[in-house]
């Protein structure tokens, strides 16, 4: 879309409201709204200001001016507002060099294609990630510093089996980790789903399926169609929006932390992955499980660089509550077809070789897509230029080897602390092609150790007063 068609649209649909969103650093969308009249050809190359300071991990207040550029192919509709509202997705300019900043998430995942194309590996990165949320009846929490809790409930939980306030409990509620692919009454999110979906065909978001997940107590999955990497990083953007949007219509919140309820299955965010190159597959060979050199070459190189990849895949304390044995979530550095116990896995459903592709099981909801794709590609072209060797396949239920034999298994973090070491110790792969800057990896790791590892380590924590108040 140009922006002649952009103003084109806005006048079709007669649109009132200009919105502009764009990411911060963490990982969450940001918007300034503007009468539509202010939509004209000159702000895609003009652009709107904006204070830089007051943006979480962004500029100091010294040099705070910023430029947002909308892009015009990502505009779309929203479907939620009163007034009919045109949003724009931008990225980030410094006025005074009119250079793209360096830690505007979309501006590295559009690095990290450009030096994808400069390697001559491949011309296309497609990334399909599969974000699992629940939906929660009511969510309740504070911490101040003489108390914290939180509490999150679900009509489907099964610990409202006997629950008398419903006006008559009707059962039907979902056992633990029996969540698969219940048909309704039980499953009683359908029509929300069906209409979340809606939404996001509407905002061109090409949407594969939609179903329960396996926890009880609200947890949902709507499966995207694969697209290029930038496109769904800005897809996922929209996807997240539409969910908590849709959401609040029905009186429910939408959550996307990979454990809010303890001893069920977490929220995960499987990302698949392929590369291409002139409209072919890279991907489909004659090795293992119908892979090529090249992929298991980019397999080795995500193996590699786990640890480190899992800081931005896995950017919260909460991430690994989720990422432990028992839960379908994978604990084990290592790579097989179909099992799904493996971080890495590569899906046999199809023996098309445009199907070819792998999954990294490790990532989760609460990940900023722009660098955790941009970094999960790295990590694959990386693995291409130095010709990774991923060692032998694991196709046995990993959870069932003997002690001796998991002890050789490479485990992913056990914190967000320790990833974020690993990251310090391990992002030269990032670096390549000015994709990840020294500063975008130092301002991330201090960011994220002041203002959640350690804000969290210096907290009492609510099971600390059932273990020890008696003491």
Known sequence: MTPKEVIALAKEQGCKILDLRFMDFPGMWQNTSYPISELTEDVFEDGFGFDGSSIRGWQAINESDMLLMPQAETAFIDPFLEFKTLCLICNIQDPITRQDY???????????????LKSGVADTCYIGPEAEFFLFDDVRYDSTPNGTFYQVDSNEGIWNSGRQEEGGNLGYKIRYKEGYFPTPPTDTLMDVRSEMVLHMIDAGIDVECHH????????CEIDMRFSDLLDMADKLMKYKYIV????AKYGLSACF???????DNGSGMHTHLSLWKENQPLFAGDGYAGMSETAMHAIGGILKHAKALIAFTNPSTNSFKRLVPGYEAPVNIAYSQRNRSASVRIPMYSPSPKAKRFEFRCPDPTANPYLAFSALLMAALDGIENKLDPGKPLDVNIYDLSPSEAAEIPKTPASLEEALDALGDDHEFLLKGDVFTKDVIETWIDYKMENEVDALRLRPHPYEFMLYYDI
Do not use: C, F, W
């Open 102 to 116: 360096t830690r505007d998430p979309r501006n590295i995942a559009k690095k990290a294609l450009a030096h994808m």
């Open 212 to 219: 329960h997940e396996v926890a009880s107590g609200g947890q």
């Open 257 to 263: 932390m990979p454990k809010p309820v303890y001893a």
């Open 244 to 247: 908590k949007n849709t959401a």
